[in-house]
């Protein structure tokens, strides 16, 4: 069956640091591939997504590349804010219509100034 | 921008109490969905509707039902709550094409004494 693998947190960070967080999916077909962002007491807000192989989704300086060959879609930022706190989901959509995402478990980021 | 709106946003029952939550989305999507999140668990998938007049179990179905009112509301019910079902619910909605993002409303947080 189809599942997000991603990588446990707490992940803690100075400011202006690199971030990335792995997620690893298994699916059959060709999958759509999102990231999420919960912030603290809120539903969760799209961050980026990515629809086909090789795609790179970009939003707020996030950057993600659905990678077939190794079934990742590692999330990534070259400097982290204070702001950018929250927990982050990795998720795919089934290639059959109106099915249901499938989440990894999340992973909480800490910024520090 | 409405999005999608759920209510309540918080509250506390008794064991063996029942009750509805509602969910309701103003962006014409034809599927929609109910997801619980637990900690360490992601969200999990309880029931979804991939278009108006039907309804399908997900992950974890087992003490709720479901009702698709119409296309904008999608309601879901605890007809007998358990401590077990404590959690925050998520109700999300999408375009009918498994591309598009599901769109999530702020969440209700349930708990059960």
């Known amino acids: 069956g189809n599942s997000v693998t991603q990588m446990e947190g707490p992940v803690t960070l100075s400011e202006e640091a690199f971030l990335t967080i792995n997620c690893t999916y298994t699916?059959?077909?060709?999958?759509?591939l999102f990231w999420y962002v919960q912030y603290p007491g809120e539903g969760l807000q799209l961050l980026l997504k990515?629809?086909?192989?090789?795609d790179k989704g970009s939003n707020k300086g996030f950057e993600a590349t659905y990678r077939k060959e190794t079934t990742s879609f590692h999330l990534e930022k070259g400097s982290v804010q204070v702001s950018d706190s929250a927990v982050y989901f990795c998720?795919?959509?089934?290639?059959?219509?109106?099915?249901?995402?499938?989440f990894g478990k999340g992973t909480t980021l800490s910024v520090s100034s | 921008n409405a999005g999608v709106t759920q209510t309540p946003k918080f509250q506390v029952l008794k064991t063996g109490q029942s009750m509805t939550l509602q969910c309701a989305q103003d962006?014409?999507?034809?599927?929609m969905y109910w997801y619980r999140q637990d900690p360490g668990m992601g969200l999990r998938l309880i029931y979804y509707?991939?278009?108006?007049?039907?309804?399908d179990k997900g992950e974890v179905p087992n003490g709720y039902n479901v009702s698709r009112l119409n296309k904008r509301e999608f309601s879901l019910r605890l007809e007998s709550a358990a401590p077990s079902q404590t959690s925050v619910y998520f109700c999300?909605?999408?375009?009918?094409?498994?591309?598009?993002?599901?769109?999530f409303g702020d969440g209700t947080r349930l708990s059960i004494l």
């Open positions: 509707s991939a278009s108006e007049g039907t309804t």
């Open positions: 999300a909605s999408s375009a009918l094409d498994s591309n598009q993002p599901q769109h």
């Open positions: 699916a059959t077909g060709y999958p759509s």
């Open positions: 962006m014409n999507h034809n599927s």
């Open positions: 990515a629809t086909k192989a090789d």
């Open positions: 998720a795919l959509s089934a290639s059959q219509a109106g099915t249901a995402l499938i």
